[in-house]
Each structure stands twice: as C-alpha cells, then as structure tokens.
C-alpha cells in the first residue's frame, strides 16, 4: 500500500488536497490507522488519483469528478465520455464568453481617457543622497519582472512626488517598495518606469557618500555622480496604480529573527508544487504559521490548520535578503490575503507575496 505522501509524489496531487478529497468523499483511502489518522491507498487507486489530478487540471467540477471515477472504476465508458464532451462544451462557452468581455473591455481602454499622462511626460530634476538611491534599488530590484508579455512590469517604477521618491517593482506575485529623500522637485508628481539594465547601470555608479542628480525629462532618464553618468529611455508603458495594491488587511504581527527564520525555511518542510507554476515554472511552498506565543513556523500543515499561510519559497528568501535587517516584521492575513515583510525602523519600506492556496 501507498502512503499518503507516496501517493501525493506517485499521483499528482498535493498531500493537503489528499485530505481534501478524502473529507469530500471523492478519493477516499483504502485504511486509515485508528490510533496515527495516517492515511493508506491500495495500488489501483493510483489510476485514480491521476486521473482526478487531470480532471482538476481541466477544472472539471467535484460533482462531475464522482462520476467519472465511479464509472470509469465500472468500465462505464459511455458515461466517462458524456461527462468529458459536456465539460469540454462549457469550457468552450466560457471562453467564447470572455472573449466577447474582453473585446468589450479593449474597446473601452482605446476610448478612455488616460489620466496617468501627465505624470509620465513631465519635466523633473532632482538630488538624492546615494546611499538612500543605492538601499532603494537594492530593496525592490529582487521582485520585477521579466514576463515579455507585460513589458511594463519589467522595470523600476521612479515615482517623483513632494520630496519624496518612490521606488516600486511587481511581477504580479511579489511586489516591493521602498523610499528615498530628495530636494530640489517642486514640480507635479512624476513617474517614470526605468527598465531593469539602466536601473543595473544607476546603482553600479551609487557608491559614494554625496547626493546624485535625477533627471527625467520626457521619455529620457539620467543619473549624474560627479564627472559620471549614465542615461537611457524608459519603459514607455504605464505602471499599475501601486498605491491601491499595497492597503493590506489587517493580519497578524510577529517579529522575526532574520537569520533564524532563514535557516527555518532552508531546512524546514516544503510542499512541492508540480502543478502549480508561476510564469511556468515549478515551486516549491513553505506553510507559515503564527503559534499562540506570536512567533512564526515552518509547518507541515499535518493538522489543516485554517489560518496557515502557503507562500513561493524562494520569493520569501529573496524578500528577507532585500529587506538587509536583522529582525523584521511578518504580516499575515488570511490564507488568501498577502503576506508582507516590513522593517521595524523603515515602515516606507517593505514588500508583499501573493499566497498560494492549500488545495487543489
């Protein structure tokens, strides 16, 4: 007999949707020790699990899934192919459905009016210290994006606004920000969307103490230090309204150890990811939670507790080594709100990760 987490390897599914499919009564295992709860599957149901994980895969609902495991245990081939051509033809009508909204949805981006114009062909100049420009960039670099299909993602949002300039990147599962002081702006707020090899080209010149000069000036960005500079065009797409992103739920806080909380991730369990990708590639997830004493663990999610927290791995490690503290502040929410990541002496700092879900 397999064991559960044998059978989540063997068949496709995660151990957590496992359970869930057992609850549901969908795959149910073949023996479950009395005293453990641990779940045991005979070496035929592996057929099924495989074709319960293509099934969800084609998002066929649990309803119709009984069906076809049930038939398709009694040879019912008639059945299993009137329940596949059915939800082929849904799957169908779907997507001629939107289709028709998102040809309606275009019509209306051509014919309305922009309002973030202004702020991308405006005129501005101003001095940064470098060391601030420097931690900004080095703060966000680590969550842009590289999707050729959304080449507004992939670059640094500047945004130039009083005295202050934002610096933000998102590549639709993470998103960071950080800020930096400036003097001289006293025009309207700009912004401006450098991609990523000028944004590399600007922090290879930060490495002094004195305050650098930013030069936008329409579609040309330009970074002036002493008798050097470096300059190019922008992205010329417009960047996502970051500031209505960023106002989280309320979650809970728990301050962190960096060092440890790192090295409880590196050697801690993980749940692979076969099925899910992001951008197209496999992940592996960490399940968070915050125990009773305020701190937070790496857990196997055994027990299906509700309000564990399953988030990229290796975009939790890259967020903790931008954040460059010893001790940081995680914020978390419900499994499905994002997690965020703060410094406890920076609250203009900070960045955000997009949860997974725990069942498939």
């Known amino acids: 007999m397999r064991s559960i987490g044998e059978m989540a390897r063997d068949g496709g599914l995660s151990v957590s949707a496992l359970r869930f499919y057992d609850r549901a009564g ?136 009083g005295e202050g300039l934002h610096l933000v990147t998102t590549d639709r599962y993470r998103m960071a920000v950080a800020q930096a002081r400036t003097t001289g702006h006293g025009g309207l707020r700009t912004q401006v969307v450098v991609p990523l090899p000028l944004a590399d080209a600007m922090r290879a010149l930060l490495t002094g103490e004195e305050p650098v000069q930013l030069t936008v000036d329409g579609d040309r960005v330009t970074l002036e230090t002493g008798d050097r500079q470096t300059a190019g065009q922008n992205l010329g797409h417009e960047f996502p309204d970051y500031r209505r992103l960023v106002h989280l739920p309320a979650g809970r806080r728990a301050h962190v150890d960096t060092a440890t909380f790192r090295k409880a991730l590196e050697t801690g ?64 929410g419900a499994p499905t709100a994002p997690l965020a990541i703060r410094r406890p002496d920076d609250t203009d700092t900070f960045s955000i990760l997009m949860p997974v879900r725990l069942e498939d």
């Not at 005293?35 to 005979?42: A, C, M, N, Q, T």
């Not at 245990?73 to 459905?97: P, Y």
């Not at 998102?102 to 101003?126: G, I, K, Q």
């Not at 857990?299 to 001790?327: I, Q, Y």
């Open 269 to 332: 369990p993980v749940r692979p990811s076969e099925t899910r990708k992001q951008d197209g590639e496999a992940f592996d997830l960490s399940v968070l939670r915050v125990t009773e004493k305020g701190t937070v663990i790496v857990c196997d999610d055994g027990d299906d507790d509700p309000h564990d927290v399953a988030v990229n791995r290796a975009f939790l490690l890259d967020a903790l080594t931008a954040a460059a503290r010893d001790e940081l502040v995680l914020e978390l």
């Open 26 to 161: 969908v795959l149910v295992p073949a023996w479950v020790d009395p005293i453990s709860g641990y779940r045991w599957y005979e070496p035929e149901q592996l057929e099924e699990a495989r074709l319960l994980a293509r099934l969800r895969r084609a998002g066929m609902p649990l309803a119709d899934i009984r069906l076809v495991l049930a038939a398709w245990s009694g040879a019912d081939t008639d059945l299993v192919r009137g329940l596949l051509q059915a939800h082929l033809r849904r799957l169908e009508l779907g997507l001629s459905d939107a289709r028709g909204e998102f040809s309606t949805l275009r019509a209306l981006l051509d014919h309305r009016e922009n309002p973030m114009t202004s702020l991308n062909t405006a005129t501005a100049r101003l001095s940064v210290p470098a060391p601030e420009l420097a931690a900004a960039l080095d703060a966000v670099r680590f969550a842009a994006g590289t999707d050729p299909e959304l080449p507004m993602l992939n670059g640094i949002l500047f945004d130039i606004e």
